[in-house]
């Protein structure tokens, strides 16, 4: 079973979040205020607990919403979704396996191709 604790946290981060985002606070700002959520995911995940293989992977699974929550580009709504989905995982309302993968946002690659009427000097 995952650490009422973990659960208690999430549901907090979940809830200062969500009133902050509709109060139309700064992204950063949301971010910070689920970062408590996410240190005490990584240090369950470091720490050598009772958590069972099953719970590990559940924490392991909301620790990676958690840090694609905390990137620079998500939006504030796809922050919150991605914090909510955290909570639902570790409450057991959804396993790992069920929801599609996020979607990553991916800086473009710029490259050179080679040929054509460009020449070297």
């Known amino acids: 079973m995952v650490p009422a604790h973990l659960i208690e946290l999430g549901q907090q ?7 902050n985002i509709a109060g ?8 910070l205020l689920a970062s408590e959520f996410y240190e005490a995911l990584k240090r369950e995940l470091r720490a050598t607990s009772d958590l069972g293989v099953v719970e590990r992977a559940m924490v392991a699974a909301a620790t990676e919403l958690c840090r694609y929550a905390a990137t620079a580009r998500i939006t504030p709504e796809t922050m919150l979704a991605e914090l909510r989905r955290a909570l639902d995982l570790l409450q057991a309302n ?3 396996c069920d929801q599609p993968p996020a979607p990553l946002r991916r800086r473009p690659i710029f490259c050179v191709i080679e040929g054509g009427l460009s020449k070297a000097g």
């Open 13 to 19: 981060a979940l809830a200062s979040v969500t009133a």
């Open 94 to 96: 959804i396993s790992p």
């Open 24 to 31: 139309g606070a700064p992204l950063v700002r949301c971010q």
